[in-house]
């Protein structure tokens, strides 16, 4: 028997991989007939702003509206492709954290579909990735995403300039 997916979680940054992870969990929670669900998440990652010496709101305000922007042409996009379950959060703190048990617990996820990282070999050691802690630490199955929906190798940086959502 195959394995079917109830509730899906799928990280989203406006990036090109996460845009790949979103298009690859529309396709599995279609396969997997009406009682799946998606689950969009933006994490607004609070550390950053640890380090701005006058806390601005409205810098947070900001980046929320840009994540609820970009939400809503995801939620667009997979009402076309026909999803009745969709649904959306944006969390605030650490993505890792968030994305690998935070969340899952709360909503008994059973997948993760994630983008693969775009860090390079040194930012993995400085910061780390988040692809490689949740892919660790979740305790429900996590699909890697890093092919497009042909199974063919994601673009480069270079082939997908001007790519990424605003």
Same mark, same amino acid.
């Given at each position: 028997?195959?394995?079917?997916?109830?509730?899906?979680?799928?990280?989203?940054?406006?990036? =090109?991989? !996460?845009?790949?992870?979103?298009?690859?969990?529309?396709?599995? $929670?279609?396969?997997?007939? %009406?009682?799946?669900? &998606?689950?969009?998440?933006?994490?607004?990652?609070?550390?950053?702003?640890?380090?701005?010496?006058?806390?601005?709101?409205?810098?947070?305000?900001?980046?929320?509206?840009?994540?609820?922007?970009?939400?809503?042409?995801?939620?667009?996009?997979?009402?076309?492709?026909?999803?009745?379950?969709?649904?959306?959060?944006?969390? =605030?703190? !650490?993505?890792?954290?968030?994305?690998?048990?935070?969340?899952? $617990?709360?909503?008994?996820? %059973?997948?993760?579909? &994630?983008?693969?990282?775009?860090?390079?070999?040194?930012?993995?050691?400085?910061?780390?990735?988040?692809?490689?802690?949740?892919?660790?630490?979740?305790?429900?199955?996590?699909?890697?995403?890093?092919?497009?929906?042909?199974?063919?190798?994601?673009?480069?940086?270079?082939?997908?300039?001007?790519?990424?959502?605003?």
């Amino acid at each position: 028997m195959l394995q079917t997916y109830q509730k899906i979680l799928v990280p989203v940054d406006g990036s =090109y991989e !996460a845009e790949l992870a979103f298009r690859k969990a529309v396709n599995v $929670a279609k396969r997997n007939g %009406d009682d799946s669900s &998606i689950h969009l998440v933006h994490v607004v990652d609070t550390r950053a702003f640890q380090n701005i010496s006058s806390f601005d709101t409205a810098m947070v305000e900001e980046v929320t509206a840009t994540a609820r922007k970009t939400i809503e042409g995801y939620l667009e996009d997979a009402k076309k492709e026909g999803i009745k379950h969709i649904d959306y959060s944006i969390e =605030y703190g !650490a993505p890792k954290v968030v994305i690998a048990k935070d969340l899952p $617990a709360e909503n008994d996820i %059973d997948l993760i579909m &994630i983008g693969a990282t775009g860090l390079n070999a040194v930012e993995r050691i400085l910061v780390g990735s988040v692809t490689e802690y949740v892919t660790r630490n979740a305790k429900c199955d996590v699909l890697v995403v890093r092919t497009d929906l042909d199974n063919k190798p994601a673009l480069s940086k270079e082939q997908r300039k001007g790519f990424e959502k605003e």
